[in-house]
C-alpha cells in the first residue's frame, strides 16, 4: 500500500475512534477532489552557475491533474480545535524542454530538444491547532499554527541520463479559517495556510461556498491556490498551482 493510502486510511481510523470520547466533541472530514492547472514551476538546481534556471511545466504541461486531499477537524471543545490536511501531489510526463542547447540539472546535462520524461511531487501533511476568536452576526473565525511537513521531489529522465533532487522538510504556518451564513442552508468558507520570509514562501489559499444537505451532510464547491518555494544557495524552485474543487463534508 502506497504511503499517501496508509495514511489516509490511519487517519478516517484515528477520527472514527475519536467520536467515542463523547457528544460534546465535534469532528468533520472533508474530501476535495477536482482538477489542477500547473501555472508556472521554474527550477534551477543547483541556483548557480553550474545550473539552469528553466519552466518545469513546458515538459509536464499546464494541466489539468487530478487531485485529493483529506481535511480533518476534531473540535476540541467551543473554542479549541484540531487539523490534520493530507494532500499529495504527484505530476510525471514526457515532454521537451524550452529553447534549444542542453539544460544542467543537478549535475546532470540534458538536450532541450529532445523527449525527457519528468516527475514533480510535492506532497503536504499537515498537522495545526486553531482557536475560534469570532462568533457573531453570521461569522465564525479561527486562527492558528501548522506544521507541515514537505515531501518533494523534482526528477528528470533522458535516456540515460537521470537526475533527482528529493526534499523531506518541516515548514511552520499561519493558519487562517472564516465561515458565513449566507442562507439558511448555503455558507462561505475560505482557509489559509502560509507564511512568506526568509528564502522563501508557502501559500495555500481556498475559497468555497458550501451547501448543507442536512445536519451532517455538506457539498462544497470553489477555488483552491497553491504557490510557493524557496530560494537558496542549493535549489531555486516557485510553482504556482490552482484547482477548482468540489468536497464533501461529513460532520459527527
Not at 502506497?2 to 490511519?10: P, Y
Not at 510526463?93 to 549535475?107: A, I, P, S
Not at 528528470?156 to 439558511?184: N, W
Request: no cysteine; aromatic share 14%; hydrophobic share 40%.
Amino acid at each position: 500500500m502506497s504511503q499517501a493510502k496508509l495514511l489516509f486510511t490511519a487517519i478516517f481510523l484515528t477520527f472514527l475512534s475519536l467520536e467515542s470520547f463523547g457528544q460534546n466533541s465535534a469532528f468533520v472530514l472533508e474530501l476535495e477532489v477536482g482538477p489542477t492547472w500547473q501555472a508556472k514551476n521554474d527550477v534551477q538546481i543547483p541556483n548557480d552557475t553550474t545550473g539552469d534556471r528553466f519552466d518545469l511545466a513546458d515538459v509536464l504541461g499546464s494541466g489539468p491533474y487530478a487531485s485529493v486531499r483529506l481535511n480533518g477537524i476534531w473540535n476540541i471543545n467551543e473554542r479549541h480545535g484540531l487539523r490534520v490536511v493530507l494532500a499529495p501531489l504527484t505530476i510525471e510526463e514526457r515532454g521537451q524542454l524550452d529553447g534549444t542547447g542542453t539544460v544542467r540539472f543537478d549535475g546532470e546535462t540534458f538536450q532541450a530538444d529532445t523527449p525527457v520524461d519528468a516527475r514533480y511531487r510535492f506532497n503536504s501533511w499537515r498537522l495545526g491547532y486553531r482557536y475560534k476568536y469570532y462568533d457573531a452576526n453570521g461569522w465564525k473565525l479561527w486562527v492558528g499554527a501548522t506544521a507541515k511537513v514537505r515531501d518533494a521531489e523534482i526528477r528528470l529522465r533522458q535516456g540515460e541520463t537521470r537526475a533527482s533532487d528529493d526534499d523531506l522538510g518541516f515548514v511552520p504556518l499561519l493558519h487562517l479559517a472564516g465561515e458565513y451564513q449566507l442562507a439558511d442552508r448555503w455558507h462561505f468558507e475560505f482557509d489559509f495556510d502560509g507564511l512568506a520570509g526568509g528564502p522563501g514562501r508557502a501559500i495555500d489559499l481556498s475559497l468555497k461556498l458550501g451547501y448543507d444537505l442536512d445536519d451532517k451532510w455538506r457539498l462544497t464547491a470553489g477555488y483552491r491556490g497553491l504557490e510557493g518555494g524557496a530560494d537558496t544557495d542549493d535549489v531555486y524552485s516557485f510553482a504556482w498551482f490552482n484547482t477548482a474543487l468540489v468536497g464533501a463534508q461529513y460532520r459527527f
